[in-house]
């Protein structure tokens, strides 16, 4: 069963979004960010279940919240059996933050 893990960006995407819906209410982002971390859990059974990136290895996870959600980028080292979450972006972002 493969480990998940957060890479510093990750970490700090998650952040970003949080002080983001914060702003407006603090109960939401609190949703917001459970929601996110519980949509990992299926990658511990079904690492490939996201959405392959174009021209990359890495997969795109849809994470659903309200009346859109969220897109976990990550990868899958099938050697080391371990999922690490690159990047998360708001389904209404263009692209991952830098």
């Not at 659903?64 to 080391?80: H, K, P, R, T």
Request: proline residues 4%.
């Amino acid at each position: 069963m493969p480990r998940v893990k957060l890479s510093p960006r990750a970490q700090s995407d998650i952040k970003r979004l949080y002080d983001f819906l914060a702003a407006k209410d603090t109960a939401v982002a609190g949703s917001a960010v459970d929601a996110i971390v519980s949509s990992f859990v299926p990658l511990t059974r079904i690492p490939k279940i996201g959405r392959k990136k174009d021209g990359t290895d890495l997969r795109e996870l849809v994470i659903d919240f309200g009346s859109s959600g969220y897109i976990a980028l990550y990868d899958f080292d099938e050697e080391v059996d371990e999922v690490v979450i690159t990047a998360l972006r708001h389904q209404k972002e263009n692209d991952y933050a830098a």
